[in-house]
């Protein structure tokens, strides 16, 4: 067997939501071994601490994995901080995936994918277009909506639910 293909889904991830799934669900069949790399991403100022990030990260993983929904692929859920493309080199990836929500989204990717491929050659960028029932979710309405008192059960999991609920204290 020749060498395994090795993808990199990078983001925040603050909270997870359906449009994430989607990306990791559709980017299985195009990798062996899919690492979710959370981001620690300070500047950001996420609502959830890294590891509660990652946590609910892995939660949701698993939760395809136990509906075969993920092609056969190995899943990891690893946090990283600073430049991402020295963190798939590191773990020999050859493919950056990245989920794009609307033409807004494509002009930023576009310049990251270029800048990328310039300081890593060896290393593609994929984009994956978000599908018509997820291209207007975003972890910030998300956290928005739901903080406001918004109903956001039908942009995320129930396990990703429960854990918005405690962090409102309702939970």
């Known amino acids: 067997m020749g060498r395994l293909r090795v993808g990199i889904y990078p983001g ?6 359906n449009g ?31 590891d509660e990030r990652a946590g609910m990260v892995r939660d949701e993983v698993e939760g395809l994995a136990g509906r075969d929904a993920i092609n056969g ?14 963190f798939a080199a590191e773990h020999e990836a050859r493919m950056i995936v990245r989920g794009l929500r609307a033409v807004s989204d494509f002009e930023y990717e576009f310049q990251m994918a270029a800048t990328n491929k310039r300081l890593y050659p060896e290393i593609e960028t994929v984009f994956l277009p978000a599908s018509e029932t997820n291209q207007f979710i975003s972890s910030r309405f998300v956290k928005e909506i ?19 609920e405690r962090k409102r204290g309702r939970g």
């Open 73 to 86: 692929t190995e899943i990891q859920v690893l946090p990283f901080e600073g430049l991402l493309m020295g």
């Open 12 to 17: 925040t991830f603050d909270p997870i939501h």
């Open 20 to 50: 994430h799934l989607d990306v990791i669900r559709r980017a299985t069949v195009l990798v062996d071994r899919l690492i979710v790399a959370v981001a620690i991403n300070a500047g950001k100022e996420p609502l959830f601490g890294l």
């Open 146 to 164: 739901h903080l406001l008192g918004g109903d956001v059960s039908s942009f995320v999991s129930k396990g990703v639910m429960a854990v918005l």
